[in-house]
């Protein structure tokens, strides 16, 4: 039996011409872990190709293999085709991108749809787990150990090192199939969670006084105003991951961080949920998206109360019981 190859393999076998891979803004473990691994596949396969981010590699993804190469949006050069991996559009690139033919390897619901070479689909774990799907279904003899290693970053990234309620059995499936192929959870953990600077356990402390409930303490949240950045030496981001602490709180259903931006006029927030609250369409309600339980967006506003107000606004309509029909 002939093994059908998904349409994007197809297609980008045969393309012909330059690939540009596009992360989202502020990457996290599972845009650059699956645009790497995508990166050195179609090199192997002898493509143009080329992979690039608005800010860069952060230090606790500089040990994936091909981070050196990662070029920095904007660029001048017009590519043939683009690919923006584990985002809803190119919008999230944060950047003008030039290109031709549009591509999409997601794991959001919604977003924007470039046509039949999209590899979207919500149920995945991650986006790393699409990248897998798609260079298996071309060529699995293809994967070594550096695709590997970035492969497994993003999912166990994404999954909250098989924490979080998008793991399952054929996680683990996969999870262990990437180990068989070179990867190595210990270091991809160690090099991930454990190389923390001095600064940012300095701007924990600073944050953790920020620490405020609301709802009846169903929502948790933390604040990251600039200067605290500026008094400590942090960097924007070392605040990833720190609206972890608020989820962690007993009772909480959504926790998120508030982030003060003033070069972009914005603040950023992101979001976590644990239960059935849905913190996905909370950010669409501030113009952003994610997952059910992970998301984010950026908000307008002058002040950090305006900001938390529109926010909590916006919390309230999701945890508002359902109406059922009569």
Known sequence: MVKKELPLAEFLKNAKGSILIVTHENPDGDALGSGLALYKFLKKKGKDVFIASKDGVPHFLDFLPGADEVLTLPRDEFYDVGIVVDSSGFYRAGAPVKVGKKVRIDHHVGGEFYGRYDLVDPSAPATAALVYELIKSWDRDALDPEIATCLYTGLATDTGFFRYSNTDEKTFELARELVSQGADPYYVYTMFSERESLNKMKLISK????????????????????????????????????????RSIEGVKVAYALIEKPEEGVWKVSLRAKGDVNVGRIAERLGGGGHKYASGAKIKASSKEEALNKLLSAVREELKPQKTAV
């Open 207 to 246: 944050v953790l006084e920020t620490l405020s409930l609301h709802e009846g303490g169903q929502v948790a949240g933390i604040t990251v105003l600039k200067r605290f950045l500026d008094e400590t030496g942090a960097s924007y981001e070392d605040t990833e991951g720190l609206v972890n602490y608020p």
